[in-house]
């Protein structure tokens, strides 16, 4: 199991074809784990040991503990 070294994040489609791109940490940032929403749908991401960074592409809500924000 993975330990989280950081908080939650939710990700909320507003529009078809959002997509969701984990990145990785190191030396060579890398694309590791890609997703695909469809209007409406919901994702809870999490920063792991793993994941330094999530890419947002499209319409999308995106809920944290910093704050709301929504992505064009």
């Known amino acids: 199991m993975t330990a989280a070294v950081s908080d939650y994040i939710t990700v909320?489609?507003?529009e078809?074809?959002?997509?969701?791109i984990g990145l990785t940490?190191?030396?060579?940032?890398?694309?590791h784990h890609t997703e695909k929403l469809d209007q409406g749908e919901v994702m809870?991401?999490?920063f792991t040991k793993h994941t330094?960074?999530?890419k947002i592409r499209g319409k999308a809500e995106i809920i944290t503990e910093?704050?709301?924000l929504?992505?064009?």
């Open 25 to 31: 940490r190191g030396e060579k940032t890398r694309f």
């Open 12 to 14: 909320k489609a507003l």
């Open 16 to 20: 078809d074809g959002v997509t969701i």
């Open 52 to 54: 330094s960074a999530i």
């Open 70 to 72: 929504k992505s064009e």
């Open 66 to 68: 910093h704050g709301n």
């Open 44 to 46: 809870i991401a999490q």
